[in-house]
């Protein structure tokens, strides 16, 4: 259709779209190279075409893409952030001298940002100048994220150039700059970046993972940059971990799965295809990759919670025991440790809350509160939890009043103090608590059921209804049962909400 009708206005974008988003290079270089003919010099075709050049190690070619464009970008902001990187790995295939002016420019009178010098330094180290690339590393200082993440590339480009101990320098930067977070990408092996199109590769892979990040971002930014990055260099890891984010965010689980087959995935791209496979309902195989994956001598922090995560989906009591008892044991005794160690003994609580053991999950939901006893989220939990099941009464209401005093706007625990009031026989007052928690989370099924029972107690019967209507759009089959019958009977004991 395409070849009869090539003029069919916006067919060819959309050819193109679909390429990209199919992982076909060569439909995506036809599509583009239609485009950019016809005078469309879309940004994605642009870097379809460029990336085709660069694949060919035509520089002169990738040049002449980056200019055919660049008048009508120069004040965009995604441009900014491509341009730069982009010229001087070109600079560097074409091996023209100082290729890294272009990064170092880009500040204008001011010093560029601090991912724009390292990934200078980047390029002369690919471009054997270590002394050079020595001397510019050790003066950035880290500020942001993208500066530890290229930081990263440098020190294992500097490791291979012989550089060690400046590399030792770097990475010892990166580590102060992070604190305490664990980033995914910085758990990544180390990986040399020794050519131009490795260096464009590894630079839209930070782009890719840097827009899917971004709020309320369009899916297919994401997409089109991880995609060219794969395209250029499907041997970087974070090239390969930003497609399979954005695959997965453009609802292409299975095509994100796919590029998880390797045998020697580094752990923290095992879990990723843990967490993928449990998505897609198959959680024992999921469960079992969770746990090799975590297996090593020091996973990290960010792979134990994740991996209690699988566990904790696969409804296997005993191996997400394992997962929480494994954490616990990696825990020290600062306050963000404690913080985590008071949801931990929540979640094993709740594990067996909903196996019905009451008795063995008190000692724990006692624990976390003595251990966090101004925390809100525990409050809110442990008393509600005790309140439904009409456990120390008083106590539960003391909690729940507790955490709604730090957090009134919480819709949740506005709920458990709403329904609290409820199960003690005070609907009226319920009723405007309840009211608000509906109103901060209404499409919550279990907060509006909560209110239609609180309205039928209190004789408003029209509003109950209605609202018990309201729930059963929202209801999963146990609730949907109750509330049909209740639609039917009225509120008994037997219908009121746990």
């Known amino acids: 259709m395409a070849s009869a009708s090539p003029n069919l206005p916006g067919l060819r974008g959309r050819m193109l779209e679909q390429a990209i988003e199919a992982g076909d290079l060569a439909a995506a270089r036809s599509a583009a190279g239609l485009l950019w003919q016809a005078g469309d010099r879309r940004f994605d075709a642009q ?22 464009r660049a008048a009508s970008t120069g004040g ?8 730069p990187p982009l010229a001087s790995w070109i600079a560097l295939g074409a091996r023209e001298k100082m290729p890294e002016r272009h990064l170092l420019d880009a500040g204008g009178r001011a010093a ?9 330094a980047l390029v002369q180290l690919a471009g054997r100048r270590p002394a050079d690339a020595v001397a510019l590393a050790d003066k950035v200082t880290l500020t942001d994220r993208t500066s530890q993440l290229v930081a990263m590339r440098v020190a294992a480009a500097l490791d291979k150039a012989g ?28 990986q040399d970046v020794a050519s131009a199109r490795a260096g464009v590769a590894h630079w839209f892979a930070l782009l890719a993972d840097g827009f899917a990040r971004t709020p309320n971002s369009n899916p297919k930014v994401p997409l089109l940059f991880a995609r060219v990055a794969f395209w250029l260099d499907g041997a970087d890891w974070q090239a390969r971990s930003a497609l399979v984010e954005a695959l997965d965010r453009n609802d292409r689980k299975a095509d994100a799965l796919n590029l998880l087959q ?3 995935l580094p752990a923290v791209l095992a879990m990723r295809q843990a967490e993928l496979l449990a998505d897609t309902g198959k959680v024992p195989e999921a469960l079992a990759l969770a746990e090799k994956a975590a297996a090593g001598e020091a996973p990290g922090r960010g792979l134990l919670v994740r991996y209690a995560d699988v566990a904790r989906r696969s409804n296997d009591a005993s191996a997400a025991e394992r997962a929480y008892a494994r954490l616990e044991r990696d ?18 609580a709740e594990l067996l809350l909903q196996a019905g053991d009451w008795d063995a999950a008190e000692p ?8 966090r006893p101004n925390d809100p989220a525990i409050l809110n939990f442990v008393g509600y939890s005790s309140i439904e099941r009409r456990r120390n009464v008083d106590a539960a209401f003391a909690q729940i009043e507790a955490a709604w005093a730090q957090d009134p706007q919480n819709a949740a625990i506005t709920d458990s103090l709403g329904w609290a009031y409820f199960l003690t026989g005070r609907a009226g007052e319920a009723v405007p608590l309840l009211e608000k928690a509906q109103a901060g989370d209404p499409g919550n099924a279990v907060i509006v059921e909560h209110l239609g029972d609180a309205y039928w107690t209190a004789g408003q019967r029209y509003q109950a209804r209605y609202t018990w209507r309201a729930a059963a759009l929202l209801a999963e089959a146990e609730m949907a049962t109750r509330i049909e019958a209740k639609l039917r009977d009225g509120l008994t004991p037997a219908t009121t909400a746990p």
Do not use: C, T
Not at 364 to 371: C, D, N, R
């Open 364 to 371: 724990l939901l006692a624990k976390a509160v003595a251990l």
């Open 47 to 68: 870097l379809v075409l460029i990336v085709d050049a660069m694949r060919r190690s035509d520089w002169k070619a990738a040049q002449a893409y980056v200019a055919g």
């Open 262 to 264: 390797d045998a020697s």
């Open 76 to 83: 965009d902001a995604v441009a900014r952030l491509v341009g």
């Open 331 to 348: 825990l020290g005794d600062n306050e963000f440790d404690r913080a985590l160690h008071g949801n931990i003994l929540i979640a094993r």
């Open 112 to 120: 560029p940002q601090p991912a724009f010098q390292l990934e200078a």
């Open 163 to 190: 550089e060690g101990a400046a590399a030792k320098r770097l990475r010892g930067r990166i580590a102060l700059a992070a604190g305490e977070r664990e980033d995914p990408l910085l758990l990544l092996p180390d």
